[in-house]
């Protein structure tokens, strides 16, 4: 029976010089509803193969016009043996000849005279395999063209992703901003306080060598560091005057309302800004507040921070204070590293002096205001500040 009922076979090409044997195959093949072709020749043979159509041959070795052998080898190096397979018909049983028909790529061997029996179960058996391998090959097609399909759906998904999470980012950024200018608004004698804190804490950040994606989260997150003065009351937050040691306790609290604020979020930018919120004022010789943390468990945000935020406050001018000179800032800045700062953020710190610099005089406060006959608050020296510290560093 044919390979496949559901498919039609192919036809197959019959080539013999024998008219009786070659049209006795042909009766034989078609009884078993194969389409048959005949050809005399190796002329005649080629000709048919290259018009198309024919899915398998069987091919006698000795012809008027050359060997099958040689058409054998000819086919093969066009076609592979599991798109069209080839029987060798041979009345010389001489191991040679099979071994011969092997090396050009024969797949069966039909020897002369053989039943109908045996050229059905060998054609069929070789129509089979090419069935089956051609099943395999449309089933990888359709495999790939899936995982094309997949992949280009996937490529969609990611692309929405991106742009979603774009959006999102966006929308925490302006958040954040927003939230920020909420506290400057309580505070308006900080001017472009938190524009220059950020800046300075991204450069110190790349000078230390932290990745550009985290130098630029710190930057958006260190905005945040006074939100907790929204809890500060405005008699002290807002008073003109020295603080007394009770409502510089109270101003000490920021810290501890801005982690409040910001913590729990479970979102990676905002956690960020809880932790500098919590530690810019730790010092790294223990002696800060609000935990009295030192050396490397203030984590680094904390760290970069702090020296950031001490910076812009000695050298910017404030209502209640004039400001240091530059010069004279990182003098204190410097003078304060192993006690107040971390050593290695004040190197990167002085290491990154002109990006520094530039960041200050880029975001000036839009005014400056007559300093008022108020003590400097501790802003000269780096040792640890007392109850009259400085209000922006508090």
Not at 232 to 250: C, H, N, Q
Not at 388 to 394: G, H, I, K, N, P
Request: proline share 6%; glycine share 8%; with cysteine.
């Amino acid at each position: 029976m044919p390979a496949d009922q559901d498919e039609p076979p192919g036809d197959v090409l019959v080539l013999d010089d024998d008219p009786t044997l070659r049209e006795a195959i042909a009766r034989v093949l078609r009884a078993q509803g194969l389409c048959v072709v005949t050809a005399e020749t190796c002329a005649e043979a080629e000709a048919i193969i290259a018009r198309g159509g024919v899915q398998a041959a069987l091919l006698d070795v000795v012809l008027p016009d050359g060997s099958g052998l040689d058409l054998c080898q000819r086919i093969r190096a066009e076609r592979d043996a599991l798109s069209f397979p080839i029987v060798l018909l041979t009345g010389h049983h001489s191991p040679t000849v099979k071994l011969d028909g092997l090396r050009a790529g024969a797949d069966e061997f039909l020897d002369k005279p053989f039943s109908p029996a045996e050229l059905i179960l060998r054609v069929n058996h070789l129509l089979r395999g090419k069935k089956l391998h051609e099943r395999v090959l449309a089933q990888n097609d359709e495999l790939q063209e899936r995982v094309r399909e997949r992949g280009e759906k996937l490529d969609r998904i990611a692309s929405s992703y991106h742009l979603i999470q774009g959006d999102l980012l966006r929308s925490h950024e302006e958040s954040i901003r927003r939230l920020a200018r909420a506290a400057e608004y309580r505070d308006p004698e900080t001017g472009e306080h938190l524009e220059r804190v950020s800046r300075y804490a991204e450069h110190i950040a790349q000078a230390m060598g932290i990745d550009r994606a985290a130098c630029e989260q710190l930057r958006l997150a260190s905005r945040l560091h006074d939100v907790g003065k929204l809890a500060v009351p405005d008699r002290i937050l807002l008073k003109p005057g020295r603080l007394t040691d009770a409502e510089f306790a109270v101003m000490q609290k920021h810290t501890v309302r801005g982690f409040e604020i910001l913590s729990g979020s479970g979102h990676a930018l905002l956690d960020l800004a809880a932790s500098i919120a919590h530690t810019h004022h730790e010092r790294f010789d223990g002696h800060g507040y609000p935990r009295g943390l030192a050396g490397e468990d203030i984590p680094i945000e904390g760290r970069i921070v702090a020296v950031a935020d001490v910076f812009d406050a000695l050298s910017t001018p404030r209502p209640y204070k004039r400001p240091h000179s530059l010069e004279a800032s990182v003098t204190i800045i410097r003078e304060g590293s192993g006690t107040a700062f971390d050593p290695r953020v004040v190197d990167a710190f002085l290491g990154t002096w002109s990006e520094i610099e530039a960041i200050h005089r880029s975001w000036p406060d839009a005014s400056h205001g007559k300093a008022r006959d108020h003590d400097e608050r501790g802003l000269d020296a780096p040792g640890a500040p007392g109850p009259a510290a400085e209000r922006d560093t508090a």
